[in-house]
């Protein structure tokens, strides 16, 4: 186990509705949406003046058309003169947002930090958006002769279909999985009924549904693939000292880690024997596997083996309540699976086919409705998840979603699994009651 | 004069235009080398790796590689067929992408796929590389087709 120098806590979190396009607010009022839960809403004792500093988490500045958007944000919300700064790591910026602030209050640098996640991706339209996430991928190569991150994500998908024999039927229980969950959270874009900013006409879907949805890029279809939306979620941690006055109920990290992986896949090794071991595996599972190659991400996998190191985590699916996983594609929910040693390599698809990561199963993934069924929001996201995990440790799920269909009953260790570009970087971080 | 999208809330339309320099440097050789009908990739003598994509600097030990020309034939590692692309290539759809392996290279090399039959590709079939007569100076100026 690895000690830091402090021990720190989350404290509150506060989510807006997530939409295809809120319009109504700009980035910054959305912000603040956000800012109002965490403070207002989560039985705390904590003035907007003990914060003592903010991480501002968003990805592109291609979507916001703001450079500094960071100060804008801070600004906006009160926090001059105290001092702030922006994270960005493609889609794991979220996750990355929550270490750079355990990092700051571990260290004794702060002692109260918000953590501020969103995203505006309404602001171009969709193929314009895909095209600038596709930015995130290497633009000299990978680009310019039409990639795009669904594509990237199918050409994987197809190889570890090719090596472990992963179905699409496999693949869309994860996307029934994921929408049907979002149908018990409000804050969810598919919720139609929750709501008020919902997309029309979502709702819950079936196997067949996505079977029958059009293909995006194969193996991947439309019902496969994560939502682009707008939206902001916060986060508070603090220090020992001051969580315990701030609340009766603080959430500890107790493990962070970060992997990562050549820009390109393509470039990613392909060793045999190359898999780091987690404690529980053993090397002659995977002698014989090419590692990590385009099939699996390393990034995520070292990433956990750094956070379980420092939770004392040995046995991941008896340890670990729930996971808030980065389903950004339904093959990607199945090959971390996997990279999080939840099952061998190889086992991804059978794990969602025993119900295993369903609600009610040994270890829920996605209770809110994740990527695919809640939002992607980037900069947000990892945030999101943050805030998703606090409120399931805290037993409040369900009164935050509107519903008690969500709540992990008992929940006392959550994982959330923050996760970019093609598996470039990978951001975990572990939290108990 | 301003396009404006809705009244309430108020959006309007920013149009955005951008011409950038953009310098290959190092890596400048593999584009003109196309021109001239050569697949070149970049060797590590130190650590004995070839990278294509050519990486000027060796990612292991850091120091310079050197240009080779590597053979044109090679395998689908893996392939997907597009419907839908970013705004710029929406034109293009549908069109395949795979990743593909050529015998002493250490990566895989994503590329475009041409056929016109995209329900035949499959994992380990052969390619020939194919490059561009009137080149763009991109990417896009090699490709693969079964063979």
Known sequence: MIILPRKVAMVSGGLTYFSKARRDKTQEALAAEAARMALFENDINLEKEDIDGSVVSYFSDHFENQLLFGATIHDYLGLNPKPSVRIEGGGATGGLAIREAYAQVASGLLDVVMVIGFEKMSEVNTSKGNEFIALASDTDFDFPIGGFYSGYYALMAQRHMHEFGTTEEQMAMVAVKNRNNAQYNKFAQTNSKMNPYGMKNMGKITIDDVLKSPYVAYPLKRLDICLMSDGAAVAILASEEKAKKITDDPVWIIGSGVGTDAMRAGDRPRKRGGVPLLPHEKKEWYSNLEYPGIHSFRAGREAARQAYKQAGITNPLKQIDLIELHDAYTSSEIQTYEDLGLTKYGGGGKLVEEGVTQIDGDLPVNPSGGLIGSMHAVGATGVMQAVEAFWQLQGKAGKFHGSDKTQVKGAETAMIHSHAGTGTYVAVTIMRR | ?147
């Open chain 2, 1 to 147: 004069m301003t396009e404006v999208y809705s009244i309430e809330p108020l959006v309007i339309k920013i149009p955005y235009e951008i011409e950038y320099r953009h310098s290959y440097g190092e890596t400048s050789p593999f584009f003109l080398n196309i021109a001239q009908g050569k697949l070149t990739a970049t060797r590590c003598d130190h650590c004995k790796m070839t990278y294509l994509p050519p990486r000027g600097d060796c990612p292991i030990c850091l120091r310079e590689t050197r240009w080779i020309e590597i053979p044109d034939v090679g395998r689908v590692h893996s392939f997907s067929t597009m419907f839908f692309a970013g705004e710029k290539f929406l034109k293009d759809i549908p069109f395949s992408l795979a990743y593909i392996e050529f015998d002493g290279v250490d990566t895989v090399f994503l590329t475009r796929l041409k056929t016109n039959d995209p329900k035949k590709l499959k994992i380990g079939m052969k390619v020939k590389m194919h490059m561009s007569r009137d080149v763009e100076w991109k990417a896009s100026d090699v490709w693969a087709e079964p063979i």
